[in-house]
């Protein structure tokens, strides 16, 4: 024990020393203006040069420098931590009020069905994209991992079919016939194969509409190729996004679909861009893609954030006009103005599995408002 403490100590020592000297000699240390022998103690001894270097030596170890951002799983898998929208305690309990606010959410959603239908809008599906860990829980350490019954469950449960697709069952069924990731190991997100399985089960929905629209065939949902690319924003978070590699699914939609599209902010009337028909990552203010080529010439109001991206191609490839904003951007009063302005189609919300508690989902059209608790 004795030895332990000196080796503690000395290593102390050490890096008491070396951290400024590592700091000096990268030009990170500005001495005062007033006396040179004096520096910025904060930026003396900051580490952050080490953490990537620490990083990539934990990393495969399964330790995390950054835990509450992210937790690393098995096989490298990343999934997003606790700290960001409380991603693996949303999984592990229940809470005392799920099923109070289940039943609200419920009610708010029949709501607005009922309400669109009267603004003439053909269908509304509300789609919970599933969170990472509901598709590869195999991929989470043993601690995180849920047993029992979910919130999503008693919000599934609680909601009608008919306006709210449940994502869960149909990824899992197609990750269990199927050698390609449908979701990102380094990244929060589903990719392009995830969005497509995902899109299909809401086309599934929205064909049940009166007249429905025409949808891309399942053809080119195909997977073509499984390339590299760097890791994603969960690398990015542990510092060492370059260093690790991550798989890239290519679909036959990427050569037999392809359309030009215009991206429009909505306020402004602003063209944001022009050509190609790529995903659409940041909606930070409502977005407009329209598309000439489009299977249908029909107006979406896309309510998203962001697991709508990798399916933004497959929106614009089926409907002209799709009005893309995020769902947090919006209250009641909001909601009902951008209806009765843009006057849609069809009305669309996809939702990542662990928002679907958001405030918006227990909001009722101005004219049934209630008490939210």
């Not at 096989?75 to 606790?82: A, I, Q």
């Not at 053909?122 to 979910?150: C, F, H, N, T």
């Not at 429009?264 to 861009?273: A, M, P």
């Amino acid at each position: 024990m004795k030895y332990k403490v000196i080796v503690f100590l000395c290593l102390s020592v050490l890096s008491l020393l070396v951290v400024p000297a590592v700091n000096f000699s990268r030009g990170n240390m500005p001495l005062s203006s007033i006396d040179k022998w004096i520096v910025d103690r904060s930026v003396m001894y900051n580490t952050d040069f080490a953490l990537p270097i620490l990083s990539k030596a934990l990393y495969p170890l399964g330790i995390s420098i950054s835990p509450g951002s992210v937790v690393v799983g098995k096989k490298g898998w990343m999934f997003l931590g606790d700290s960001e929208q409380n991603a693996i305690s949303v999984h592990r309990d229940i809470g005392t009020d799920t099923a109070e606010k289940s039943a609200q959410i419920a009610i708010s959603a029949t709501a607005w069905n009922e309400w669109l239908k009267g603004a003439g809008v053909k269908k509304y599906v509300v789609m919970l994209s599933a969170d990472k860990s509901s598709i590869y829980p195999e991929e989470l350490p043993a601690w995180a991992r849920a047993d029992g019954q979910s919130r999503t469950d008693v919000l599934i449960n609680s909601t009608d079919p008919a306006i709210y697709l449940d994502t869960r069952k149909i990824l899992l069924a197609e990750k269990a016939n199927s050698t390609s990731p449908l979701y990102y190991k380094t990244d929060t997100h589903w990719n392009t194969y995830g969005g497509w399985t995902a899109f299909q089960a809401m086309a599934k929905m929205v064909s049940s509409s009166e007249n429905p629209p025409v949808f891309p065939g399942s053809g080119i949902g195909v997977v073509r190729s499984v390339d590299s690319r760097i890791g994603g924003d969960l690398s990015r978070f542990l510092r060492i996004q370059q260093d690790v590699v991550d798989q890239e699914v290519r679909l036959a939609f990427d050569d037999a679909a392809q359309i030009d599209t215009t991206l429009f902010n909505y306020d402004t009337g602003e063209l944001i861009r022009s050509g190609g028909n790529t995903e659409v990552p940041s909606i930070l203010q409502p977005t407009i893609v329209h598309s000439d080529s489009a299977l249908n010439q029909k107006r979406v109001l896309w309510l998203r954030d962001s697991f709508g991206a990798a399916m933004a191609p497959f929106m614009a490839a089926t409907f002209s006009d799709v009005l893309q904003v995020h769902y947090n951007r919006l209250d009641a009063a909001s909601f009902m103005k951008v209806v009765d302005d843009f006057k849609p189609d069809y009305v669309i919300v996809t939702v990542v599995e662990r928002s679907a508690f958001a405030p918006i989902f227990m909001t009722m059209p101005a004219d049934r408002a209630v008490a939210i608790k």
